[in-house]
Structures are given as C-alpha cells and as structure tokens.
C-alpha cells in the first residue's frame, strides 16, 4: 500500500531575479557584500573566485555555491567569465542554522537542469514561464541537497513566529513595543526577554533591520525614489533612512544603488 502525504512543508520559495551573463575581466569585484536574500552562483568558465569567511572559493564548472542570506563576502574576477546568477527567499527556511557559503558539486541532475536554463538565458528570445520554472527546479534541488531545516520548527515559540511575520507586515514607524505584545499576548517585559532569547535580537533591532533589509530589496528591484522607499519601509524622513541605512550596508542609499544596479556591464571604450 502507497502512502501520499498531504501535510508536507510549503517551502514557500520566491524567485528574484535570474540571469546568465558574460563577466569582463575585473568587473566583479566587490568587498564585504551583505544582501537579505539567497544567492546561486555557478561559472561555466573559470575565472572568478568569492572570499567568505576568510576562504576563498574559485567558481568553476564543476561546482556551485549557495550563499545564505546577510553572509558578508567578497568577490573577484580576474579574467573573462560566464556567470549564472539566482537571487532567491525562502522566508520559512532556518537561515541562522546554515553555513555563509554552500558548494554543491554539479553533477546530474543538478548538472542538467543549469546547462538547461543557461541554454534557455542564452536564447534571443526566452519564455519567462519556462525559465522561471527552470530556475525554481534548479534552486529547489539546490536546498534539498543541503538538507537545512525549515525555521517553523518546534524550536521556535509560535508567538514569536507570530510577532516576526507582523513586523513584516508592519514596518512603519509607529510600530511599538506594545503592538508586538498585544500580537503575542504577552507582557512586554516577557515578550522582550523571550524574543531576545530565541532571536539574539530586541525587538525593536530586529525591526530596524528588517526595514533596511525591505529597503535593500526595493533599491534593487524596483525604480521607487529614495523618498518613497523610506516612507514604504516605515523612516520618517530620507535623512533618517539614509543615516540608518549606512549603519547597516556601509554606505548611503544612492551609493547602494548605483554600485548594485548593473555590475556585469562591459567597460566602456
């Protein structure tokens, strides 16, 4: 007798932004970039290398790495490269309990499925539907190779769990304290001592850095102004948003923006 589970785990996977593109010799090379999502990397060439953690990893066609949300790493190319690139959430994945840098050797069917979408990017004129169904095969089978828990585990108090999708969900900055208690049903003093104790965060902390982590998003994926994204990520002002932000990224909204916009361009002549 054959038994279907019907109660499975909703990865609840989102997709970014995929790409396949040829890196020109030194326009890759970036220090100590911490961004909120997943990364998929793989070279189908050699030529490039990441730094994390104080090791440092080449980029070849026999393997790819994952790299864990807010993981500081450096990059560099020192010669012409072909690049694949998968930017990806999974907001129920345990991202604190997985390593900054994951290889993954690129053997069947992991092998397949890039050579596929890369073939497909590569295309003049690729069926977004079918890439983005590649793409999501390729990241899936990534993350089941790692065998990394999901964050909705017994581990974590349900109320917690509870406050953490309300601060996404209400980011602006009347936000208090007393708004996440309620949530919780919990004194504040005992929600305070029982969210540090589960999150290494306050709780007002861990709301700053979600902000700035939706304002990362929203200064990469969207042509919002700088003003809009402070008021749609709960700053008063862009003068705080901006101050704040370079706490957080090393460097001012703009700044940001401007470095992260299109970084695999050729030099200009």
Known sequence: MRVVRTDLEDPRLRLLVCGYTRIHPNRWNFSRVSLPYWRLYWNTSAGASI????????????????????????????????????????????????????????????????????????????????????????????????????????????????????????????????????????????????????????????????RIEKAVMLLQFTELSIEQIAEETGFCDRYHFSKVFSTFQGAGPAAFRQAHANPFVAPQA
Not at 75 to 97: E, G, K, W
Not at 150 to 167: E, F, G, N, Q
């Open 51 to 210: 730094r994390c953690e104080n090791v440092t990893t080449a980029l070849t066609p026999s393997q790819a790495v994952l790299i864990r949300p807010n993981a500081a790493f450096s990059t560099q190319n020192s010669r012409a490269c072909d690049h694949l690139y998968i930017h990806f959430q999974v907001p129920a994945m345990a991202t604190s309990a997985a390593p900054a840098l994951i290889r993954l050797p690129m053997k069947s069917p992991l092998a397949e499925l890039g050579k596929s979408l890369c073939t497909l990017l590569k295309s003049p004129d690729p069926v977004t539907w079918t890439v983005s169904l590649t793409a999501r095969s390729l990241v899936e089978l990534a993350l089941a190779m790692t065998d990394l828990p999901c964050r909705d585990t017994p581990k974590t108090d349900a109320r917690i769990l509870k406050v953490l999708s309300y601060m996404d969900e209400h980011l602006k900055p009347s936000t208090s304290n007393s708004d996440l208690a309620r949530e919780a049903r919990m004194s504040v003093g005992a929600l305070n001592h029982l969210f540090k104790e589960q999150t290494g965060h306050s709780l007002q902390a861990l709301l700053r850095r979600k």
